[in-house]
């Protein structure tokens, strides 16, 4: 079983830049796909971006192709979500998650992800 907690959200002006990270516990982060999503007030939780256990096939909700990046480091059982040009409908809380399939393509379904973190609040300012 695997324990994640995200950090790195807060407050940034429109167009600003802010890099979540989502650190793992135990031995084998490397087994599972990873996918962040995230939840504005009122709304469905919705898919933002998802790798796979490697590091491949990476993949992105329209709304934030060209602007978002996710990586991940196995040797530091951490996952990160880099957010550039940020925009105030970005406002939302963040949630990582992990997938123990390691299909090769990340699924952008929440209901396919065995575990989540806590999330972090990221505020974009107009």
């Known amino acids: 079983q695997v324990q994640l907690v995200e950090s790195g959200g807060g407050l940034v002006q429109a167009g600003g830049s802010l890099r979540l990270s989502c650190a793992a516990s135990g031995r084998t982060f490397s087994r599972y796909n990873m996918g962040w999503f995230r939840q504005a007030p009122g709304k469905e939780r919705e898919f933002v971006a998802g790798i796979n256990w490697s590091g491949g096939s990476p993949n992105y909700a329209d709304s934030v192709k060209d602007r978002f990046t996710i990586s991940r480091d196995n040797a530091k059982n951490t996952a990160y979500l880099q957010m550039n040009s940020l925009k105030p409908e970005d406002t939302a809380i963040y949630y990582c998650?992990?997938?123990?399939?390691?299909?090769?393509?990340?699924?952008?379904?929440?209901?396919?992800?065995?575990?989540w973190g806590q999330g972090t609040q990221v505020t974009v300012s107009s």
């Open positions: 998650a992990a997938d123990g399939r390691r299909s090769y393509y990340p699924s952008r379904g929440s209901m396919e992800y065995d575990y």
